[in-house]
T-cell receptor
Framework: EAGVTQSPTHLIKTRGQQVTLRCSPI?????VYWYQQALGLGLQFLLW???????NRGNFPPRFSGRQFPNYSSELNVNALELEDSALYLC??????????????FGEGSRLTVL | GQSLEQPSEVTAVEGAIVQINCTYQ??????LSWYQQHDGGAPTFLSY????GLEETGRFSSFLSRSDSYGYLLLQELQMKDSASYFC????????????FGTGTKLQVIP
């Protein structure tokens, strides 16, 4: 069974540009979570999608946005990139967002560098 | 609101036992998960406690006290490969509450 897949794995952008990161959850999982992990730091909660709806959002500015598609895959968009947006962006999925099963499955992440 | 406390760094000797503590505060509570993340890698699930007590999985055990909003991860017979960051993740009940990983505990195992 395929795990959570993310693309691209690495990318370099310049300040002011826009980026779209993509995530495919494990088959059958309806919940997708996005996290930002700056170098050497913990995971900061960004967004949570379940059944196509945004269910919760972390303390990030509106230029961080996303969506979930009918097949439960998800995109994270970041507009007007700033240097401090350089980080590893991790996507995770779980079977059901409301009935917690205890485990989030993570992809390998997309490493974004903003110059 | 939600809060989470873990030590930022722990150092232990190969072959020894180490305990990583976690205190949390959530609105309602389902249970407490633990994740491991090696440098440059993705977090991986270690354990989940929904009830009070100790859960054992090989060299790793996890403990939960719901009344004290406290848990710990116990690593026995430490190996060099256990050097990683460890995150406790409380799950709040009642809707789509944020799933907070926080900054975690960086464990360094030394020879």
């Amino acid at each position: 069974e395929a795990g959570v897949t993310q693309s691209p794995t690495h990318l370099i952008k310049t300040r002011g540009q826009q980026v779209t990161l993509r995530c495919s959850p494990i088959s059958g999982h309806t919940s997708v979570y996005w996290y930002q992990q700056a170098l050497g730091l913990g995971l900061q909660f960004l967004l949570w999608y379940d059944e196509g709806e945004e269910r919760n959002r972390g303390n990030f500015p509106p230029r961080f946005s996303g969506r979930q598609f009918p097949n439960y895959s998800s995109e994270l968009n970041v507009n007007a990139l700033e240097l401090e947006d350089s980080a590893l962006y991790l996507c995770a999925s779980s079977l059901d967002g409301t009935r917690y099963t205890g485990e989030l499955f993570f992809g390998e992440g997309s490493r974004l560098t903003v110059l | 609101g939600q809060s989470l406390e873990q030590p930022s760094e722990v150092t232990a000797v190969e072959g020894a036992i180490v305990q990583i503590n976690c205190t949390y505060q959530t609105s309602g509570f389902y249970g407490l998960s633990w994740y491991q993340q090696h440098d440059g890698g993705a977090p991986t699930f270690l354990s989940y406690n929904a009830l009070d007590g100790l859960e054992e999985t090989g060299r790793f055990s996890s403990f939960l006290s719901r009344s004290d909003s406290y848990g710990y991860l116990l690593l026995q017979e430490l190996q060099m490969k256990d050097s990683a960051s460890y995150f406790c993740v409380p799950r709040g009940s009642g809707g789509y509450q944020k799933v907070t990983f926080g900054t975690g505990t960086k464990l360094q195992v030394i020879p």
